[in-house]
T-cell receptor, first 112, second 114 residues
Framework: GENVEQHPSTLSVQEGDSAVIKCTYS??????FPWYKQELGKRPQLIID?????GEKKDQRIAVTLNKTAKHFSLHITETQPEDSAVYFC???????????FGTGTSLTVIP | EAQVTQNPRYLITVTGKKLTVTCSQN?????MSWYRQDPGLGLRQIYY???????DKGDVPEGYKVSRKEKRNFPLILESPSPNQTSLYFC?????????????FGNGTRLTVT
């Protein structure tokens, strides 16, 4: 099955700086890559997603890039704010596999 | 309000005592699934269901059962819980599953088995 690796496991940045979280996947058939944010004690919530026919997608301060050749995708958060502090999970899914495979998570801390 | 509802939120039980965690969604979603979340391991899929009466194993199905008799409900059953099943469990649903639509998660059930 698919194997999704996520780095780094923890990340601390100063408020206003950028944060980048990277994921790699193994199954070339994966074609959907969502990112979830999980605040402490809460459920994961979708923040952005990208499909394999798109190289980049942006939503305000959040962007995701996808390199299908290298099988990696990244989450970029610009102008970080304390409320961005959370655990972020990447995931991959195929059109026919009907399963979502998650990375192990990145704990982001934004220092005021 | 569109949501996925899990119950209970917290559960403490003893080894071997059968338990059920309920999950219900009101969005008419075809796809439902269960995950467990453990520190350093992320979210691992236990079981999923593409539609009523259709269920499939995920990556960590041992010790769990599920059923999908109705579209809206997808209970998780632990017939004989063991301490290694102590974890945070999430139910999730999506309109179609796979790469077609994103997952919507419930609020989680923290299970402790002593």
């Amino acid at each position: 099955g698919e194997n999704v690796e996520q780095h780094p496991s923890t990340l601390s940045v100063q408020e206003g700086d950028s944060a980048v979280i990277k994921c790699t996947y193994s199954d070339s058939a994966s074609n959907y890559f969502p990112w979830y944010k999980q605040e402490l004690g809460k459920r994961p919530q979708l923040i952005i997603d990208i499909r394999s026919n798109v190289g980049e997608k942006k939503d305000q301060r959040i962007a995701v890039t996808l390199n299908k050749t290298a099988k990696h995708f990244s989450l970029h958060i610009t102008e970080t704010q304390p409320e961005d502090s959370a655990v972020y999970f990447c995931a991959a899914s195929t059109n026919t596999g009907n399963q979502f495979y998650f990375g192990t998570g990145t704990s982001l801390t934004v220092i005021p | 309000e569109a949501q996925v509802t899990q119950n209970p939120r917290y559960l403490i039980t003893v080894t071997g005592k059968k338990l059920t965690v309920t999950c219900s969604q009101n969005m008419n979603h075809e796809y439902m699934s269960w995950y467990r979340q453990d520190p350093g391991l992320g979210l691992r899929q236990i079981y999923y269901s593409m539609n009523v009466e259709v269920t499939d194993k995920g990556d960590v199905p041992e010790g769990y059962k599920v059923s999908r008799k109705e579209k809206r409900n997808f209970p998780l059953i632990l017939e004989s819980p063991s301490p290694n099943q102590t974890s945070l469990y999430f139910c999730a649903s999506s309109l179609y599953g796979g790469s077609h639509s994103p997952l919507h998660f419930g609020n989680g059930t923290r299970l402790t088995v002593t």
